[in-house]
């Protein structure tokens, strides 16, 4: 235990481990042994300076941590603030400044005057008021598009470093498993390869920027039996290599994020927070990660609160410390006071406390809070902008890309009004003239809750709003709230859709938190039914005979029956942020060419419960079950406005593809259609024999391809053996030999071609060094080659 005579190090000279000739590693281990016990612990803690006492804040327990004397807390230094810009409006440029302020308090109270490091929700957007909000991730996922999410989480880093933070709480990489979840609309999707490259782009973006991207949550969070949040998970250990895993290995691999945070969930009895055997047995051990582990909010306490495993703040702090967390936030509890009485009674080996401090400071120095020359205030903060253009028009790109057209039958889409004078369009619905119907519930102004003297703090446009520029005697009626049962409404909205030649229906959810909206954290869901009486609305606009655009704005897929197959076309926004009113308007009208893709699918039954589209055979309809899971739509999903063809698909490299090598399959594309589009080529492995049960299909490969009529592109797809594998009987990673098929398909449920192959060789054992994507190529082809 460190017990030498405390030194004021601020007037000893320049300490070694202030030297940047140093490696952070090098830094870390000099100034380890210097620290007091109480001066460790703090390092390994939060503080949350902004927490609210009112119990309307934007966590659990929020309101406990109200009132703590932060001088009392910062005297033996501080290792990081919890949420500064993220749990009240404020100016950005004054929030900016009173965050340099309170890093100055910091610096000047510890005898190591080191600063804290400052983090931040960042899932839709650096959440803070006034800063962009950008689509949700299940919008992410409907845009297929790795490079532009890499490209969005770029520019949020900027503006989140030009603050005065250093890391964000993001990408969520939760695999969907159950809809009913209340955070599906934190997630990218329900497959596993899909989450993984979308999230390692985002993960690129934050860590280019000089942002700490923060893994969660690691893991299983999703797969709680009716959705239920923090509900206990009895997953099986081939479930988790094979689904849940997979998205983290490649963000870690693939995007280089430096920290993690935990899952609440327990697994088969073990609570995530306290499992040696993955936070370090397979996280560091076996994938090499060096970054920190963070606990999620309260996680630590929970131990003892909510999970039964700790009798008390220092076992539950103990028990954390072994497993691998080394950062306790939002704030200090367990990780104090607690922790200290456990070391000095010998009850917690002081060399844990080593062990998370030497991780956290080395982190520290990556981020040049050792530096000497260590600012408080960024540059240029007095310019700080966090709305600007260029986000904008991210956030509106994304969101052209990310809406889903599902059905389009008939020709009412796209309405192009311009070149049909005299047709009556009406707009119908709660969420048509909603702002906050575009917003995730991670989005500032709906997770900090409602602050009138603020205002928004960005613009955001309603559909109705978008529309009118479009359709300028757009006739709108509202017809029922999201949530509840007041139907008093829905007679004006039928009588309005029954004297129109369209009408654009608009139903869906009000993201929240904890009970506060039909989606979002801690807002799950009993059945995928429509909240509320939409679903009421939703059928008596049916029975008008009104040719019906049905728009959902929406956090999860719901069930919309086969009474919607009456629908002439449905399109799915998966809360498409503050443009995506625009972008709505513009695939309505046309002047967008949609080309989103289903990132889960749309079941058919909202009473059934659902599953995802990586089922084996008995997970899909059979004749021994009356109960048909067929969805309505299938991941991958989605139309054009414009038509293509696949031609001359083929396997390249012959019939024979190596156990350890890899093989090469090809298709062109063309655009038959009168507008310029772009088409999604998914490749899934189909896997018929194989030693435990396997995914009837699932997707390993994928590629945007942008045409303009009549153009064409040669895809192809070159596809290492190490994408076949799967965790085997023994409980190992192997690629096994045997007949497989590569499947190209425009969904999960479309395939164009079948390519059958076989994998030659004896089974292969692989670890976390195998080859985790496709190498893709699209290459034009022209005229003279066609």
Known sequence: MSDQAPIDM???????????????????????????????????????VGADATGGGVAPLQADMAGVDHRAVIRHGLGQLTRPFGTKPIDPVAGAHRLATTQSEIVAAGRFAIPAQVHEECLTGFAAWGATVYPAPLSWGASFDPELIEEMAGHIGASMRAAGVHQGLAPVLDVTRDYRWGRTEETIGEDPFLVGTVGAGYVRGLERAGIVATLKHFAGYSASPGGRNFAPVPMGPRELADVILPPFEMALRLGGARSVMNSYVEIDGAPMAASESLLTGLLREEWGFAGTLVADYFAVRFLQT?????????????LALRAGIDVELPMIDAFGEPLIEAVKSGAVDEALIDRALHRVLTQKAELGLLDEDWQALPDDVDRLRLDDETARDL?????????????????????????RPGRRIALVGPGADDPMAMLGCYAFPLHVGPHPEHGLGVEIPSLREALATFVPDLAYVPGCDISGDDTSGIEAAVAEAAASDVCVLAVGDRAGLFGRGTSGEGCDATDLRLPGVQAELVRAVLATGTPVVLVLLAGRPYALGPETDAAAAVVYG???????????AEVLTGAVNPSGRLPVSVPRDPAGAPATYLSPILGRRSQVSTVDPTPAFSFGHGL?????????????????????GETAVA???????????????????????????????????????????GEAARVTFTVPADLTSFTGVHGRRVVEPGDVEL???????????????????????????RRL??????????REHT
């Not at 994304?398 to 796209?414: E, K």
């Not at 054009?640 to 350890?660: M, Q």
């Open 10 to 48: 601020r007037s000893a000279g320049t300490a070694p481990w202030r030297d940047p000739r140093l490696s952070p590693t090098e830094r870390a281990e000099l100034l380890v042994p210097l620290m007091t016990l109480e001066e460790k612990v703090n390092q390994l803690v939060g503080m949350w």
């Open 306 to 318: 909510q999970h039964g495993v700790a009798a008390d703040g220092g076992h539950a702090a103990g």
């Open 395 to 419: 956030a509106l790109r994304l969101a052209r890309q990310a809406v889903v057209l599902l059905r389009d039958t008939g020709g009412v889409l796209p309405l192009a009004p311009g070149r």
């Open 574 to 584: 998966f809360f498409p942020g503050q443009r995506g009113g625009q972008a709505l």
């Open 640 to 660: 054009s406005y414009t038509t293509f063809a696949w031609e001359r698909a083929e396997a390249l490299g012959g019939a024979d593809w190596p156990v350890d």
């Open 667 to 709: 298709v062109t594309v063309r655009n038959t259609g009168p507008r310029a589009g772009v088409e999604v080529v998914q490749l899934y492995l189909h896997d018929p024999v194989a030693q435990v049960t396997r995914p009837v299909v699932r997707l390993i490969g994928f590629a945007r391809v942008p045409l303009e009529a």
């Open 743 to 769: 499947r190209l398909a425009r969904s999960s449920a479309e395939p164009v071609a079948a390519l059958p192959l076989r994998l030659v060789g004896e089974e292969r054992e692989i670890g976390h060094q």
């Open 773 to 782: 994507l496709p190498v893709v190529s699209v290459d034009p082809i022209t």
